[in-house]
């Protein structure tokens, strides 16, 4: 079954991890996949391919989300290929793991830019160009609701785009759009072992109820709910994926 077909779905930062996956994940649900990559054209190329070979359409598009004339191009780029976006799923992102007294402003800077204002502009972008019935997904964080040293600014960043989601929710029902975000635990990426140690990663692991950090996939399928006919009647919600930290 492909219940996306005829879909057309933008994944922002879908070069790698959580990203690559929901990509993938997608595809083989019969959408058409933007692939959104800021630098790293030859792992997008791999996404791609990978698509590809299972029988599904991925597509590489340059931009870095944290420019709003590139978000521009992002949005206008894909209709002029495909003519039309019914999914965005908002995953580009970057982790700030120190302490609030160790934060430099050119640190806090950079993730501002690319957690939060990236999800503004393609919201902005989004209110005029995805379809009627579209679908949105902001990848939030499970930190959200939590207090844990070291994790301020990022979790500061997730808060907030969460709330554009849910603005955004209110704001496009009208046209039957829907808005959710999901936010995952830990999940085994590049990006969560970052400045982490094997200690620190079995202590997270031990905050679940089921006893293990996530894979990509436990997010991909949230994602793929969220974007289906399934899902027409939530909206505006935050949902924690995260074997049950919270």
Same mark, same amino acid.
């Given at each position: 079954?492909?219940?996306?077909?005829?879909?057309?779905?933008?994944?922002?930062?879908?070069?790698?991890?959580?990203?690559?996956?929901?990509?993938?994940?997608?595809?083989?649900?019969?959408?058409?996949?933007?692939?959104?990559?800021?630098?790293?054209? %030859?792992?997008?190329?791999?996404?791609? /391919? !990978?698509?590809? @070979? $299972?029988?599904? &359409?991925?597509?590489? =598009?340059? +931009?870095?989300?944290?420019?709003?004339?590139?978000?521009?191009?992002?949005?206008?780029?894909?209709?002029?290929?495909?003519?039309?976006?019914?999914?965005?799923?908002?995953?580009?992102?970057?982790?700030?793991?120190?302490?609030?007294?160790?934060?430099?402003?050119?640190?806090?800077?950079?993730?501002?830019?690319?957690?939060?204002?990236?999800?503004?502009?393609?919201?902005?972008?989004?209110?005029?160009?995805?379809?009627?019935?579209?679908?949105?997904?902001?990848?939030?964080?499970?930190?959200?609701?939590?207090? %844990?040293?070291?994790?301020?600014?990022? /979790? !500061?960043?997730? @808060? $907030?785009?969460? &709330?554009?989601?849910? =603005?955004? +929710?209110?704001?496009?029902?009208?046209?039957?759009?829907?808005?959710?975000?999901?936010?995952?635990?830990?999940?085994?990426?590049?990006?969560?072992?970052?400045?982490?140690?094997?200690?620190?990663?079995?202590?997270?692991?031990?905050?679940?109820?089921?006893?293990?950090?996530?894979?990509?996939?436990?997010?991909?399928?949230?994602?793929?709910?969220?974007?289906?006919?399934?899902?027409?009647?939530?909206?505006?919600?935050?949902?924690?994926?995260?074997?049950?930290?919270?």
């Amino acid at each position: 079954m492909q219940p996306l077909r005829g879909k057309v779905a933008i994944v922002t930062g879908s070069s790698r991890g959580i990203g690559a996956e929901i990509a993938r994940t997608l595809a083989t649900a019969g959408a058409t996949v933007v692939i959104n990559y800021a630098d790293n054209k %030859l792992a997008a190329d791999k996404i791609c /391919a !990978a698509i590809a @070979a $299972a029988g599904g &359409q991925g597509f590489a =598009i340059q +931009a870095d989300v944290s420019d709003p004339a590139a978000v521009k191009q992002l949005f206008d780029k894909t209709i002029q290929q495909f003519q039309r976006i019914d999914i965005l799923v908002n995953n580009a992102g970057i982790l700030l793991f120190k302490e609030i007294a160790e934060i430099r402003d050119d640190e806090f800077d950079r993730i501002v830019d690319v957690n939060l204002k990236s999800v503004f502009y393609a919201l902005r972008e989004a209110t005029g160009k995805l379809a009627d019935q579209g679908r949105v997904v902001t990848i939030s964080s499970t930190v959200t609701r939590l207090m %844990l040293p070291k994790y301020s600014a990022y /979790a !500061a960043t997730k @808060a $907030a785009i969460e &709330q554009l989601t849910r =603005i955004f +929710a209110r704001e496009m029902g009208k046209r039957g759009i829907t808005a959710n975000s999901i936010l995952p635990g830990p999940v085994d990426t590049e990006l969560f072992r970052a400045g982490k140690t094997a200690a620190d990663i079995e202590r997270m692991a031990a905050m679940a109820a089921l006893g293990r950090i996530g894979d990509s996939g436990d997010i991909a399928k949230a994602v793929l709910f969220l974007v289906s006919d399934e899902a027409r009647w939530v909206t505006g919600q935050s949902i924690g994926v995260n074997g049950g930290i919270i």
